[in-house]
């Protein structure tokens, strides 16, 4: 016992005190800030674009497409695209997730996710998900599952990733969703009590990602269910995820 609280000691708090301030380092890859002013229309981000996530009149990205790779960034030759390292890119809008420089990063935080009062009274003080790997690379699979270690620990705010849909409040479907995982994405959900939430997390999730337009995919399931909220990324960052759900549901 006395170990146990020596090494405690020794190793202080590990998690992050505020997730809320935290902040990520570059090379990370977060909102985009654009300057159509300074874009030519040479097309060379368009063509460059491995998902189709930019267009031109506008100058935008849609972030739900976006898999963060940086080319049009790094090709770009007037430096109209710019990836800041603000990681808070969460919505509860589908058609939010397309940025066209109008918006500063914290302007677009502050409308990005709609705090419903029936959410923050059903799922504020806890919110269990039982996580769908639609056929995923298992990139994000890996980032949710480090929202759970010491260090970002989303469980001391109520937020857990649970075993079963039946101990679930809601599921969280990452990958583009392969025809052959479609019955068990169903599946899941009807086996999730009501009221319950579904949350996209990852490129892929939110539009096919690098898979869209596959015919090795089944995208039907998102056309039937409402969708409460969108994580962006390729792939999603702890912090973007526990920041993302802490909004939705306080």
């Not at 899941?188 to 990602?209: E, F, R």
């Not at 089944?218 to 960052?237: A, M, Q, S, T, W």
Request: glycine letters at 10%.
């Amino acid at each position: 016992m006395f170990e146990i609280l020596k090494i405690r000691k020794n190793q202080g708090h590990q998690a992050i005190p505020d997730v809320t301030k935290a902040e990520i380092r570059r090379p990370f890859r977060g909102f985009p800030s654009l300057d159509g002013s300074k874009c030519g229309r040479c097309g060379v981000c368009r063509e460059v674009c491995p998902v189709g996530a930019i267009s031109a009149k506008p100058l935008s990205i849609d972030l739900g497409k976006c898999v963060f790779c940086g080319d049009c960034e790094r090709l770009c030759p007037e430096k109209s695209i710019v990836f800041t390292n603000f990681h808070k890119i969460a919505s509860t809008s589908r058609e939010y997730l397309i940025v066209d420089g109008s918006k500063t990063a914290d302007e677009y935080q502050d409308g990005a996710v709609e705090a419903r009062k029936e959410i923050k009274r059903i799922f504020g003080s806890s919110l269990k998900l039982r996580q769908v790997s639609a056929a995923g690379c298992n990139g994000c699979e890996w980032e949710l599952n480090a929202c759970g270690n010491p260090n970002f620990d989303m469980g001391r705010f109520g937020i857990d990733i649970v075993a079963s849909p039946r101990h679930a409040d809601g599921i969280l479907i990452t990958g583009p969703i392969s025809a052959n995982m479609a019955p068990a994405l169903e599946d899941a959900y009807m086996c999730t009590p009501d009221p319950k939430i579904v949350v996209l997390a990852g490129s892929c999730a939110i539009s096919g990602g690098v898979f869209q337009g596959s015919p090795a995919l089944n995208r039907e399931f998102l056309g039937r269910r409402k969708i409460d909220l969108y994580i962006p990324g390729c792939p999603v960052h702890p912090l973007t995820v526990v920041n993302g759900i802490l909004r939705f549901i306080k």
